[in-house]
């Protein structure tokens, strides 16, 4: 059966632990760590830490589902549009050489994705609907349709009054 990577949702600060009973079981993983200093009162060390806080990547065949569920510290599945989202390869190959190739990655969570259905909170299409067609750094664009046509608006996120997944 064909294997996927998929993200799992742990608990809290248990990423190394879920990874390495993953891995005790046979069981194909991926926790992408990064290098950082921290400082205490008395020194400087380096640690590492998740990239993500709170995942891990599994590769596995879909009907293994059950066993990675069952593992200690395991959530559930990260979920889109009602199913466990599917990493694809190439993403997990990007993860890789990012972290091969530069000290400090910074991780934004923008929290809206393409695709989302959204209602706006306020400015000129207040209590529209729309759906999100492209995210930027500060900024959602929402193709809205009203009077029978498509509006384009460029709306900020903290216009955006709730999103309807």
Same mark, same amino acid.
């Given at each position: 059966?064909?294997?996927?990577?998929?993200?799992?949702?742990?608990?809290?600060?248990?990423?190394?632990?879920?990874?390495?009973?993953?891995?005790?079981?046979?069981?194909?993983?991926?926790?992408?760590?990064?290098?950082?200093?921290?400082?205490?009162?008395?020194?400087?060390?380096?640690?590492?830490?998740?990239?993500?806080?709170?995942?891990?990547?599994?590769?596995?065949?879909?009907?293994?589902?059950?066993?990675?569920?069952?593992?200690?510290?395991?959530?559930?599945?990260?979920?889109?549009?009602?199913?466990?989202?599917?990493?694809?390869? &190439?993403?997990?190959?990007? %993860? *890789?050489?990012?972290?091969? @190739?530069?000290?400090? =990655?910074?991780? !934004?969570?923008? +929290?809206?994705?393409?695709?989302?259905?959204?209602?706006?909170?306020?400015?000129?299409?207040? &209590?529209?609907?729309?759906? %999100? *067609?492209?995210?930027?750094? @500060?900024?959602?664009? =929402?193709?809205? !349709?009203?009077? +029978?046509?498509?509006?384009?608006?460029?709306?900020?996120?903290?216009?955006?009054?709730?999103?309807?997944?």
């Amino acid at each position: 059966m064909e294997k996927k990577w998929y993200a799992l949702y742990v608990h809290s600060r248990q990423e190394k632990k879920v990874s390495g009973l993953l891995r005790s079981q046979d069981i194909e993983e991926y926790l992408p760590l990064q290098k950082v200093v921290r400082q205490w009162s008395d020194r400087k060390k380096t640690i590492e830490e998740p990239l993500f806080k709170s995942y891990v990547f599994c590769r596995i065949p879909e009907n293994d589902m059950e066993k990675v569920r069952r593992v200690s510290g395991v959530t559930n599945f990260v979920y889109w549009l009602g199913k466990p989202a599917v990493i694809r390869d &190439n993403e997990i190959l990007e %993860i *890789k050489d990012l972290l091969d @190739n530069y000290d400090t =990655i910074l991780v !934004e969570n923008i +929290g809206y994705h393409v695709n989302d259905e959204i209602t706006i909170a306020k400015g000129p299409f207040a &209590n529209q609907k729309g759906m %999100i *067609k492209t995210v930027e750094k @500060n900024k959602i664009k =929402i193709f809205i !349709e009203s009077l +029978g046509c498509l509006l384009i608006a460029d709306i900020t996120k903290n216009n955006i009054l709730n999103l309807h997944v």
